[in-house]
């Protein structure tokens, strides 16, 4: 059972606009979400995470939004690059066992110029 | 070299031979990780190493035997698998308890079990 989802496996989107990407959680325990972004033949990096104690964090272009009630979180990307073309992982831990991430199955970003 | 780098990049081997995978982090972390990448699935945890003790074990098949003999390498030896365990072997680590502690990633080991 997936307890990290990623619904849309791939996502186009124009250079310039707004690039949404969607994850849902089932697990109620998880309190701390990350964003990974994967390029080809590279490890997965780091992009941004948001504590369950807040519903938004932005970084540069990068926004996350977690609605708890919902089990949902989305990373916003604005404007969107032809860099930011890659694979999107949502993933989540429980903080009383931080180190086990959970991760969803990825969602992949291609940025039309 | 920086960040966390791993070797081979690429594997191809037989279901009878034996082969490493060495992963090494140069980022002054306390925690390492072995993930299993296979096609259209999530990553998953295989093993967490904390300060050269392994504390999770993620119900993996014993013929994936890990080994972290210092917080700065870490080794998964690899022997009778089978053509099913032919992925993307990815290693991380991260600063534990320090707050949240993000895990840095290297680029991967392709594995083909012929």
């Known amino acids: 059972d997936q307890q990290v989802k990623q619904n849309s496996p791939s996502l186009s989107v124009q250079e310039g606009r707004i690039s949404i990407l969607n994850c849902d959680y089932t697990n109620s325990m998880f309190d701390y979400f990350l964003w990974y972004k994967k390029y080809p033949a590279e490890g997965p990096t780091f992009l941004i995470s948001i504590s369950s104690i807040k519903d938004k964090n932005e970084d540069g272009r990068f926004t996350v939004f977690l609605n708890k009630s919902a089990k949902h979180l989305s990373l916003h990307i604005v404007p969107s690059q032809p860099g930011d073309s890659a694979v999107y992982f949502c993933a989540a831990r429980p903080n009383f066992g931080n180190e086990k991430l959970t991760f969803g199955t990825g969602t992949r970003l291609t940025i039309i110029p | 070299e920086t960040g966390v780098t791993q070797t081979p990049r690429h594997l191809v081997m037989g279901m009878t031979n034996k082969k490493s995978l060495k992963c090494e982090q140069h980022l002054g972390h306390n925690a390492m990780y072995w993930y299993k990448q296979s096609a259209k699935k999530p990553l998953e945890l295989m093993f967490v190493y904390n300060f050269k003790e392994q504390t999770e074990n993620n119900s993996v098949p014993s013929r994936f035997s890990p080994e972290c003999p210092n917080s700065s390498h870490l080794f998964l030896h690899l022997h009778t698998l089978q053509p099913e365990d032919s992925a993307l072997y990815l290693c991380?680590?991260?600063?534990?308890?320090?707050?949240?502690?993000?895990?840095?990633f290297g680029p991967g080991t392709r594995l083909t079990v012929l």
């Open positions: 991380a680590s991260s600063l534990r308890d320090r707050g949240p502690n993000e895990q840095f």
